[in-house]
Every structure is written in C-alpha cells, then in structure tokens.
C-alpha cells in the first residue's frame, strides 16, 4: 500500500502561482509513475501531468503545458506541481496519484493509476 497526502492548495488571484506537494510513504513509491489530476465541480476527472518514476520524463496536458511544472524529490518521497500564471479555470480539487507499473507509456487515465491522495482545493480568482 502506498499513502498519499497532497497540501500546497490555496486561493490565488489570475497570474499568481501556488506550488502543490504530494508526500508518499508506505510501500516503496520512489520505483513509481507519479501523476496529478483535477476535478471542478460538474466535471470528470482530468489529467494534468506525470512523471516517469526516474523523475527524467514528464508528460502535461496540453491545458497547462508551459505554466505548470512536475518534478520529484525521491529522497524526500515527495512530489511537486508548480504552478505558474494561473487561470480561473484551474480552479478544482487537485489529486496526486501513483501508477505501481513502471511502464514508459504515457497514462492520462485516472483508472490506470492504482493509489489516490484526498485531494486538495485550488481556487483562482477572476
């Protein structure tokens, strides 16, 4: 089993930037992919970005490709998501999850990833 707890989520006003972290433990999450996801009321979870459980490859959906960046500390057992220029539509709850397969595939998919941490709010202002 692997336990997530993501923290960093705040409000922010357009432009402003808040940097999200996603600390693991249990079971060894430094051998796994890492992603985030985001829901806003209404909608389906979506993808947002992965990391490669090497930390050397990194994949982001095209609606923050440039404004927000996924890096990972593996001695620390924790990963970030920094994020810069934000929009009011980044507004959600925003998850971290793990995929325990170390496959080189790009998941965008919530049910390919196996553990989910409870989410934390970003809310962006207009």
């Known amino acids: 089993q692997v336990q997530l707890v993501e923290s960093g989520g705040g409000l922010v006003q357009a432009g402003g930037s808040l940097r999200l972290s996603c600390a693991a433990s249990?079971?060894?999450?430094?051998?796994?992919?890492m992603g985030w996801f985001r829901q806003a009321p209404g909608k389906v979870r979506e993808f947002v970005a992965r990391i490669s459980w090497t930390g050397l490859s990194t994949y982001y959906a095209d609606s923050v490709k440039g404004r927000f960046t996924i890096s990972r500390d593996n001695t620390k057992n924790t990963m970030y998501l920094q994020m810069n220029s934000l929009k009011p539509e980044d507004t959600a709850v925003y998850y971290c999850?793990?995929?325990?397969?170390?496959?080189?595939?790009?998941?965008?998919?919530?049910?390919?990833?196996?553990?989910w941490g409870q989410g934390t709010q970003v809310t962006v202002s207009s």
């Open positions: 249990g079971r060894t999450s430094s051998n796994y992919n």
């Open positions: 999850a793990a995929d325990q397969s170390r496959t080189v595939v790009r998941r965008t998919a919530a049910y390919e990833y196996d553990y």
